[in-house]
């Protein structure tokens, strides 16, 4: 007897999830036969382009369209601002032109007459004082760059920092860094009488169609949106932003499909940022290196929003009874902020946990010791003390780790390991889902979802394959589209936990129904019968093939929906933890930091696909290798300028 219970088996137990399943879709990407919203090229598709802003503060002062409508190849001029806007941040966009060529749309850029009236501006992320004192008008108002976001105290943090054996203050900073998807923003848009239709690299294909019908006066149903792959989005590619209604207006004004895909210097300007984080820090701990008080202020910049990392990010995880802390926003004349693989999280971790080894190093104490006499003060203290033992044998700590000054190496080169922790929500969104059996025995999944490089469609098929005991090549997965059931959007770590629970109880509702046809057939108890192998049993008893169970079903498909997983299911418990080590050599005569091994330890549940959980593991050391090494964001005061917004330089 087979109890018939909604849910997963214990991790290991299963076929296919679990197992290290490559990509259903990776011929087509690595091939080239993958088309992402870049490729669109319908026939007569015009080719669109952006003017933007050169200043950081300024006015529209004058345009005048007239010249660019005349050149060569131009099809539709149109502005995007009107003389006396503000602009706020280089790269805003003034004008977009679309054209038979990419050649004449920036050929009509060049025509258009444009003149700004530039204002005073402020882009010093890391001086405070200096943002304190500017003195900035907006919309001719007089604007304060600074603002308060908050106090947060516990206990009696100076007591605790007069008394304590060992005390460490500092200053730490991490700056400003940009979005940098290999694919930029952008859409291909085509108009059929009152239908919109756009191609859109989105992480939110479900809940962006009324995010352009409001602006462009039109219903949201009649608004279709496709992904059908992505090249990244990292958190940058939620919403519909004002060059996608600007390339739907183009489409509607020519009666031609428009393509307007930001470059890749506007990309970085305003297609999104981490904000910065700096701050001054005091900590302190006992005799025995147990932290006992921590103070702070930490300042930054998001852009014009002037905001930084959130008050209570600061301390990261580690929370002593005694604590102060203050946060303070500067609104600066960059590019706009957006999330991006958790917000905040790195830079609070950054400023947080290198205080730490400064103070244990104080205390004698390498930082491994000093975290694990600390866990206590963590929310997750069961997950972190195994994963940090885990991560010293890996690394083998006990023998690389030296104090600070002695053992680090001859010559120039020196070794060192360091340690950090850290943890997110995770857990599963809201989505939809419709299944289809047909009568051969194929499945087809639909959901409104996307696949921003987790392996979404591997994961819906993996789960499908699984409760039906079929090959992954049985199953056809469509999503990338608003016309099919709703889905939410791709980030916070919560697709595949979002999708993977829908698609298990709506599969497993439509085998008991063909597995209740079966018994009927055979004249067996249907509660005994599991599917398995392209068959279907009763113990070890083979009772018909899955082909043949599916024919049961009729003529027509057994369709089935089914909405968001429940708790009861699975698949929805949140807040993780990680461990990261690195081992690195640094060259302290030319500065040459080369990396010799890194360790990640990751709390995940139940993981469907063992590949691309490594994958995604090994991308977020990636990412934060070149936000410790090789990125920043670099503005000049003089000019307000982002003056390495190129692949080369940034």
């Given at each position: 007897?087979?109890e018939r219970?909604i849910?997963?088996?214990?991790?290991g137990?299963?076929?296919?999830?679990?197992?290290?399943?490559p990509?259903?879709?990776?011929?087509?990407?690595?091939?080239?036969q993958a088309?992402?919203?870049?490729?669109?090229?319908?026939?007569?598709?015009?080719?669109?382009?952006?003017?933007?802003s050169p200043?950081a503060?300024?006015?529209v002062?004058?345009i005048?369209?007239?010249?660019?409508?005349?050149v060569?190849?131009?099809?539709?001029?149109l502005?995007?601002?009107?003389?006396g806007?503000?602009?706020?941040?280089?790269?805003w966009p003034?004008?977009?032109?679309?054209?038979?060529?990419?050649?004449?749309?920036?050929d009509?850029?060049?025509?258009v007459?444009v003149?700004?009236d530039?204002?005073?501006?402020?882009?010093?992320?890391?001086n405070?004082k200096?943002a304190e004192?500017?003195?900035?008008?907006d919309?001719?108002?007089p604007?304060?760059?600074?603002?308060t976001?908050?106090?947060?105290k516990?206990?009696?943090?100076?007591e605790?920092?007069?008394?304590a054996a060992?005390?460490?203050?500092?200053?730490?900073g991490?700056p400003s860094?940009?979005?940098?998807?290999l694919?930029?923003?952008?859409s291909?848009?085509?108009?059929?009488?009152?239908?919109l239709?756009v191609?859109?690299?989105t992480?939110?294909?479900?809940?962006t169609?009324t995010?352009?019908?409001?602006p462009l006066?039109?219903?949201a149903?009649?608004v279709t949106i496709?992904?059908?792959?992505m090249?990244?989005?990292?958190g940058?590619?939620f919403?519909?932003?004002?060059?996608?209604?600007?390339?739907?207006?183009?489409?509607?004004?020519t009666?031609r499909?428009?393509r307007?895909?930001?470059?890749?210097?506007?990309?970085?300007q305003?297609?999104?940022?981490?904000?910065?984080?700096?701050?001054e820090?005091?900590?302190?701990?006992?005799?025995?290196?147990?932290?006992t008080?921590?103070?702070?202020h930490?300042?930054?910049?998001?852009?014009?929003?002037?905001?930084?990392?959130a008050?209570?990010m600061?301390?990261y995880l580690?929370?002593?009874?005694?604590?102060?802390?203050?946060a303070t926003?500067?609104?600066?004349?960059?590019?706009?902020?957006?999330?991006?693989?958790?917000?905040?999280?790195?830079q609070?971790?950054?400023?947080?946990?290198?205080?730490?080894?400064?103070l244990?190093?104080?205390?004698?104490?390498?930082?491994l010791?000093?975290?694990?006499r600390?866990?206590?003060?963590t929310?997750?203290?069961?997950?972190y003390?195994p994963?940090?033992?885990?991560?010293?044998?890996?690394m083998d700590?006990?023998t690389?780790?030296?104090?600070?000054g002695?053992?680090a190496g001859?010559?120039?080169v020196k070794?060192?390991v360091?340690v950090?922790l850290?943890?997110?929500?995770?857990?599963p969104?809201?989505?939809?889902?419709?299944l289809?059996?047909?009568p051969?025995?194929?499945?087809e999944?639909l959901?409104?979802?996307q696949?921003?490089?987790t392996?979404?469609?591997?994961?819906?098929?993996?789960?499908?394959?699984?409760?039906?005991?079929?090959p992954m090549t049985?199953?056809k997965?469509?999503?990338?589209s608003?016309?099919?059931?709703?889905?939410g959007?791709s980030g916070?770590?919560?697709?595949i936990g979002?999708v993977?629970?829908p698609?298990?109880r709506t599969?497993?509702?439509a085998?008991?129904k063909i597995?209740?046809l079966?018994?009927?057939?055979?004249?067996?108890?249907?509660n005994?019968?599991f599917?398995?192998?392209?068959?279907?049993?009763?113990?070890e008893?083979?009772?018909?093939?899955?082909?043949?169970?599916?024919?049961l079903?009729g003529?027509m498909?057994l369709e089935?929906?089914?909405?968001?997983?429940t708790?009861?299911?699975?698949l929805?418990?949140?807040q993780?933890?990680g461990?990261?080590m690195?081992?690195?050599a640094?060259?302290i005569e030319?500065?040459?930091?080369?990396?010799?091994?890194m360790?990640?330890?990751?709390?995940?549940?139940?993981?469907?696909?063992?590949l691309?959980a490594r994958?995604q593991?090994s991308?977020?050391l990636i990412?934060?290798?070149?936000?410790a090494?090789s990125?920043?964001?670099i503005m000049?005061?003089?000019t307000?300028?982002f003056i390495?917004a190129?692949?080369?330089?940034?």
């Amino acid at each position: 007897m087979v109890e018939r219970k909604i849910g997963w088996a214990p991790q290991g137990s299963h076929t296919l999830v679990g197992g290290e399943i490559p990509r259903v879709d990776g011929q087509l990407k690595a091939s080239g036969q993958a088309k992402y919203t870049h490729d669109m090229n319908s026939p007569g598709t015009l080719f669109a382009k952006l003017l933007t802003s050169p200043h950081a503060h300024a006015k529209v002062a004058l345009i005048n369209l007239e010249k660019a409508k005349g050149v060569k190849g131009v099809k539709a001029v149109l502005a995007m601002v009107k003389v006396g806007d503000e602009i706020r941040y280089e790269g805003w966009p003034i004008v977009a032109i679309a054209a038979e060529r990419p050649e004449y749309a920036e050929d009509g850029l060049r025509a258009v007459e444009v003149k700004f009236d530039p204002l005073p501006h402020y882009v010093d992320e890391a001086n405070l004082k200096g943002a304190e004192a500017a003195e900035i008008t907006d919309a001719g108002e007089p604007l304060k760059l600074t603002r308060t976001l908050g106090i947060d105290k516990t206990g009696d943090t100076d007591e605790a920092i007069q008394s304590a054996a060992h005390v460490h203050r500092g200053f730490y900073g991490v700056p400003s860094i940009t979005h940098m998807c290999l694919e930029p923003h952008g859409s291909h848009a085509a108009w059929k009488d009152e239908d919109l239709q756009v191609a859109l690299s989105t992480q939110n294909v479900s809940g962006t169609a009324t995010q352009y019908a409001l602006p462009l006066g039109v219903d949201a149903a009649r608004v279709t949106i496709r992904c059908d792959f992505m090249g990244g989005g990292f958190g940058s590619k939620f919403a519909v932003d004002a060059w996608d209604v600007a390339c739907a207006r183009l489409a509607k004004v020519t009666g031609r499909p428009v393509r307007l895909m930001l470059n890749r210097s506007t990309e970085m300007q305003i297609a999104g940022n981490r904000p910065s984080a700096f701050a001054e820090v005091t900590v302190a701990c006992d005799a025995e290196g147990h932290l006992t008080a921590w103070e702070s202020h930490h300042w930054g910049t998001n852009g014009p929003q002037g905001s930084t990392i959130a008050l209570g990010m600061a301390p990261y995880l580690f929370k002593p009874s005694n604590r102060t802390c203050r946060a303070t926003g500067i609104a600066t004349h960059c590019g706009p902020e957006r999330d991006w693989r958790a917000p905040h999280h790195p830079q609070a971790c950054a400023l947080t946990q290198t205080a730490l080894d400064d103070l244990a190093a104080k205390a004698g104490l390498d930082s491994l010791e000093f975290f694990r006499r600390n866990l206590d003060l963590t929310n997750l203290p069961h997950i972190y003390r195994p994963e940090l033992e885990i991560a010293a044998r890996l690394m083998d700590w006990e023998t690389k780790w030296h104090p600070r000054g002695q053992g680090a190496g001859r010559g120039a080169v020196k070794r060192g390991v360091g340690v950090a922790l850290h943890t997110w929500g995770g857990g599963p969104h809201q989505s939809n889902v419709t299944l289809k059996v047909h009568p051969d025995g194929t499945i087809e999944v639909l959901m409104g979802t996307q696949d921003n490089g987790t392996g979404t469609r591997t994961c819906i098929a993996q789960v499908t394959a699984e409760t039906f005991g079929v090959p992954m090549t049985a199953v056809k997965v469509s999503i990338g589209s608003n016309q099919y059931p709703q889905a939410g959007p791709s980030g916070g770590s919560t697709t595949i936990g979002g999708v993977s629970g829908p698609v298990r109880r709506t599969a497993q509702q439509a085998l008991w129904k063909i597995l209740d046809l079966a018994a009927a057939k055979y004249g067996v108890d249907g509660n005994s019968l599991f599917a398995r192998d392209g068959r279907i049993w009763s113990g070890e008893t083979l009772i018909c093939t899955w082909k043949q169970a599916a024919g049961l079903i009729g003529p027509m498909p057994l369709e089935l929906r089914g909405g968001p997983v429940t708790e009861e299911e699975g698949l929805t418990s949140q807040q993780v933890g990680g461990v990261q080590m690195a081992e690195v050599a640094v060259d302290i005569e030319t500065g040459v930091v080369r990396i010799v091994k890194m360790v990640a330890v990751q709390d995940m549940g139940l993981i469907v696909n063992r590949l691309l959980a490594r994958s995604q593991v090994s991308g977020g050391l990636i990412m934060g290798i070149a936000y410790a090494l090789s990125e920043e964001r670099i503005m000049d005061n003089k000019t307000g300028r982002f003056i390495n917004a190129n692949f080369n330089d940034y």
